[in-house]
């Protein structure tokens, strides 16, 4: 089996979430047999895997003695696609079959292979990594009626690198300083709420709902859950976040994104003025575990450990 498309040798860096990770291993072994460097980073939160990988491969795209790729896996293969391309010069895509497999490396010279745990059988997943390895950028591929590429198209495949490798590293446009959902959210009317003094909110839409949320510096949400899972993004400010469900705790600043299941239980320490903007599925509800009061003693605690 060919192992790479050039003649740098080959290193894999593979990770994937706890919906993913039996899969993952399966691929690693599968790989080591095959006497592939693999660097494993074992089993973490989707989006920390893909991100982790996504920044890794970018970091080592101009190392002129390796070649690294990327082997992640989750639920459906498209999360940590999605976190793995937010870093420059990576070209993660989700790949059920051989056949996209094959035109993901051969149309858009894909280096990070993002694979379904929930929906691709080992077999299935152990001739799609085959592919991956085995086919070279520009190469006859199904999208191709699986012949050699004409001349016009070659030529815009092996200049669209040139272009792609631009994303992301481009001088940001000069502006107010503001990103978009700064902007919107300037002239949007917030309604305190009641149960988390320190706290306003702004609703967006309902059902699925969405909101912007502020809390002033100092604030507290004590210990407290919803019948729904809840993305979040902080878009100032910064803020701590204990799953005490899970026994866990973020540190979140600007542009850190966190998902929180339905009925985990959590408590949120702001440190700064912070706006987050927040969605989820259905109506509002929250049910506090603990009182102001409890959450204080509980966060003094910690700081004197």
């Known amino acids: 089996m060919a192992q790479q498309s050039t003649k740098r040798p080959l290193k894999i860096i593979a990770g994937a979430d706890s919906f993913g990770c039996n899969l993952k291993d399966v691929l690693v072994s599968q790989l080591r047999a095959l006497n592939i460097q693999v660097e494993d980073l074992g089993t973490d939160k989707y989006y920390s895997v893909g991100e982790?990988?996504?920044r890794r491969v970018s970091q080592a795209a101009d190392d002129p003695t390796v070649e690294t790729r990327g082997l992640v896996a989750c639920g459906t293969g498209v999360g940590v696609a999605i976190f793995a391309n937010k870093?420059?010069?990576?070209?993660?895509?989700?790949?059920l079959n051989t056949d996209e497999a094959r035109n993901a490396r051969s149309i858009n010279n894909c280096n990070v292979l993002a694979v379904s745990g929930?929906?691709?059988t080992p077999e299935v997943a152990s001739d799609v990594l085959k592919t991956f390895l085995e086919t070279p950028f520009k190469s006859p591929c199904p999208a191709s009626g699986s012949n050699p590429w004409p001349d016009?198209?070659?030529?815009?495949?092996e200049n669209s690198i040139h272009e792609m490798n631009k994303i992301g590293t481009s001088k940001p446009v000069e502006s107010?300083?503001?990103?978009?959902?700064?902007?919107?959210?300037?002239?949007?009317?917030?309604?305190?709420?009641d149960i988390m003094p320190g706290g306003s909110i702004?609703?967006?839409?309902?059902?699925?709902t969405s909101a912007f949320v502020r809390f002033t510096a100092g604030s507290v949400e004590p210990a407290h859950h919803h019948t729904f899972g809840h993305d979040l993004v902080v878009l100032k400010g910064s803020k701590r976040v204990w799953n005490l469900s899970k026994g866990e705790k973020y540190d979140l600043s600007i542009g850190d994104y966190l998902f929180t299941p339905a009925g985990d239980v959590h408590?949120?320490?702001?440190f700064e003025d912070t706006e987050f903007f927040i969605k989820w599925e259905g109506q509002w509800d929250l049910f506090l575990d603990e009182d102001h009061a409890a959450a204080n003693a509980a966060i003094d605690k910690e700081k004197e450990n």
């Open 52 to 54: 982790e990988i996504g």
């Open 118 to 120: 929930m929906n691709t």
């Open 176 to 193: 107010s300083g503001d990103c978009h959902l700064c902007s919107l959210v300037k002239s949007r009317e917030f309604n305190a709420v």
């Open 152 to 157: 016009e198209i070659d030529q815009f495949l």
């Open 267 to 270: 408590r949120v320490k702001y």
């Open 202 to 208: 702004s609703i967006v839409r309902e059902s699925p």
């Open 87 to 95: 870093f420059p010069g990576v070209y993660a895509a989700t790949c």
